[in-house]
């Protein structure tokens, strides 16, 4: 089971894990050892409530692709443990950023001190341009 909030879980059977070999250096275990875990997760077909599927699908991260499976490639340990946990604890993280309310902008206005200010600085700037011209006799 994976737990994604306190009444949202996944079950064990909706999440493909399959052990690859790792890419990079690894020395003599690099041709024999696949400790690299290639995770998928169909969002269709899982449990996951409407309004998670929703956002999921909402997304544009390069993870998820178009029919709707997130894949995601764990190989930052060494061991297949490690990375299985990795992978596992990416998937959360990814469903719960998902659904996560964004905070609303307010616009703001700059208060008429600011205003002041600008202007102020602007004819400043103004006065020392025009100093700058030709000098007549």
């Known amino acids: 089971m994976l737990r994604i909030s306190n009444n949202v879980e996944l079950a064990e059977w909706e999440i493909e894990l399959h052990p690859i070999r790792a890419q990079g250096a ?3 275990n690099v041709n024999k050892v696949a400790s690299a875990i290639h995770l998928r997760f169909d ?7 409407p309004f998670y599927k929703e956002r999921l699908l909402a997304l544009t991260d390069q993870r998820i692709t178009q ?3 997130i894949i995601i ?3 930052r340990y060494r061991t297949q443990e490690q990375n299985r946990e990795d992978a596992l604890a990416r998937l959360r993280e990814l469903i719960r950023a998902a659904v996560k309310q964004q905070k609303t902008r307010k616009p ?3 208060t008429r001190s600011a205003k002041r200010k600008r202007v102020d600085a ?3 700037k103004g006065k020392t341009k025009n100093l700058r011209g030709k000098v007549t006799l």
Do not use: C
């Not at 969002?43 to 409530?49: K, M, N, Q, T, V």
């Open 26 to 28: 690894g020395g003599q």
């Open 122 to 124: 602007k004819t400043r």
């Open 108 to 110: 703001t206005r700059p």
């Open 73 to 75: 490639k764990a190989q």
């Open 67 to 69: 029919e709707g499976v």
């Open 43 to 49: 969002i269709h077909r899982s449990s996951l409530p």
